[in-house]
């Protein structure tokens, strides 16, 4: 059998999401509580940090919780902010830098479950904006994280010049027809981002990623992620 042949089955009962459609994919899938446990028993460098816990005054607006992303569906239910420990303590080193300037960090989403790929991929299956669930996402090895910065006074977002999930050409990094502003805010939060270790797609100013990719994909729900 070829390893594109692997199929992983997703169930209803996962809670995370309403696909039940097979989802082709190349990579080791993590599926149960007990396996992940064991993954990071393996490898306790590799364990997941709830972001709220790990960074004072981060603001959290999961997007996928409501109809009010590109998929106009719920996709999640009761998440949490997660990310891999070596993620998790960079971004709490970008947000102590935009507290100096008296703003902060506002995450969309995080750790992803893979069967929640799946679900975009059937929705969208376009490779710019949405992850080709063949090889998991960074979001699935809880490597990634959507974000934007705050005003911390105000709790106001900053002007990126689109909101979230803009599949347009104005939401590219290299789109240059913005205010001076705009360009400035998205390069404060890109350079920031960069020296801490975390890497981009050209399509999506909002999207980081850890530049190591070497983790396991995930599809365990949020509430058995302790």
């Not at 709830?50 to 603001?59: D, N, W």
Request: charged share 20%.
């Amino acid at each position: 059998m070829k390893p594109y042949a692997l199929i992983v089955l997703i169930a209803l009962a996962a809670g995370t999401t309403g696909f039940a459609q097979p989802c082709k994919t190349t990579a080791k899938v993590i599926s149960t509580k007990a396996a992940l446990a064991e993954s990071i028993r393996q490898n306790p460098s590799s364990g997941f940090v709830r972001l709220q816990q790990l960074i004072p005054g981060l603001a959290v607006d999961f997007r996928y919780a409501t109809t009010n992303n590109f998929t106009h569906k719920v996709l999640y239910h009761n998440p949490i902010a997660y990310l891999r420990q070596q993620p998790a303590a960079a971004l709490k080193l970008v947000q102590e830098e935009l507290s100096k300037k008296g703003l902060g960090l506002k995450v969309y989403d995080a750790y992803r479950p893979f069967s929640v790929t799946c679900t975009m991929w059937q929705l969208s299956p376009d490779r710019r904006y949405t992850a080709n669930p063949r090889r998991g996402s960074h979001h699935n090895r809880g490597l990634a994280v959507d974000i934007t910065i705050v005003n911390l006074q105000t709790g106001k977002e900053l002007d990126m010049g689109t909101g979230f999930d803009n599949f347009t050409d104005t939401a590219h990094h290299d789109f240059k027809q913005l205010p001076p502003q705009v360009i400035a805010n998205r390069r404060l939060l890109k350079n920031l981002m960069w020296k801490r270790g975390f890497n981009f797609v050209p399509t999506e100013w909002w999207h980081y990623h850890w530049r190591n990719k070497n983790y396991d994909v995930v599809d365990v729900d949020f509430a058995n992620m302790e």
